[in-house]
């Protein structure tokens, strides 16, 4: 019978980790929403160089597995961190272009005096 033991005791900690996940995304959307929109920038940014680690970490992960379904999944967090760091990065760059100035093509013209003239 250690045999049963031994799949109750890992499915007891198959549902403590899923209960983890799901209080961490409860907690992180929580947090998130509380954000001001003017930190978003700088959260996104701080977010991508976690991505970057979890990057990494699938890299050498999947470097060590030996099964094919290992394997499998390395690979397929390997892409999902990466797409997930590329668009973090575009999100970013559009954000901050969001900060910039828009430049006119044309220099507004004034008076000799430096004023603007009441028709422009």
């Known amino acids: 019978m250690p045999h049963a033991r031994g799949r109750a005791e890992e499915g007891a900690a198959v549902i ?3 209960t983890i996940f799901v209080l961490a995304v409860f907690v992180g959307f929580e947090v998130v929403s509380k954000v001001s929109t003017i930190l978003h ?9 976690i991505h970057g680690v979890i990057l990494v970490g699938a890299i050498l992960i999947t470097g060590r597995a030996e ?7 390395g690979l397929l967090a ?14 970013t760059d559009r954000m901050l272009e969001m900060f910039k100035g828009h ?12 004023h ?3 028709g422009e």
């Open 67 to 73: 099964h094919a379904l290992e394997i499998t999944l």
């Open 78 to 91: 390997v892409f999902l961190a990466t797409v997930n760091v590329v668009g973090g990065f575009v999100v």
């Open 116 to 118: 603007k003239e009441v």
């Open 41 to 49: 920038t700088p959260l996104m940014s701080g977010a991508n160089a």
């Open 16 to 18: 403590d980790l899923l």
């Open 103 to 114: 430049k006119s093509a044309k220099p507004v013209k004034s008076a000799a005096n430096g």
